[in-house]
């Protein structure tokens, strides 16, 4: 049985367990693309859910951008997240980096209304710090399209870990 096959037979509860965190703590998209089923691939499904993310009001966005944890300080986080972020030693900042990543989130959500969001895979610490200094320089609108495009690629790396 294909992976397709095996997820589009999923009840709701199920679907909804393995999908429900590819957008941070937002399991109504996984809803949604559960009554859409059945998909012919998985690319379509994948297509979908960013679909539906793309398609929603920016007050639904907000609630999805304002769902992503603080990097590097905040202490309740989704098994993905801490995943994501451990992977990348945000877990083991000296104190001079917790110090500098916890002023930053404090005054990007100052200025934003939402946390800074950056899919961490790949990136190491100062990369992410580095992307951290020039992103708190730019203005709302471009960084609300940076932040959505951020969930995204996060969303992307989420579903591919589901389906390896």
Known sequence: MSSIDKFNKLDKSEFLSIFGNVFEKTEWIAEKCYSLKPYNNLDELFS?????FESTQKKKHLEILNAH?????????????????????LNHCTDQEFNEF???NEEYKKKFGFPFIIAVKGKNKEEILNSFRQRITNNINLEFEEAKKQVKKIAGFRLNEIIK
């Open 102 to 104: 916890k002023k930053l």
């Open 48 to 52: 979908k859910m960013m679909e539906v």
């Open 69 to 89: 944890p603080d990097l590097a300080v905040e202490k309740k986080l989704t098994k993905d997240s801490k995943n994501e972020q451990q992977n990348v030693s």
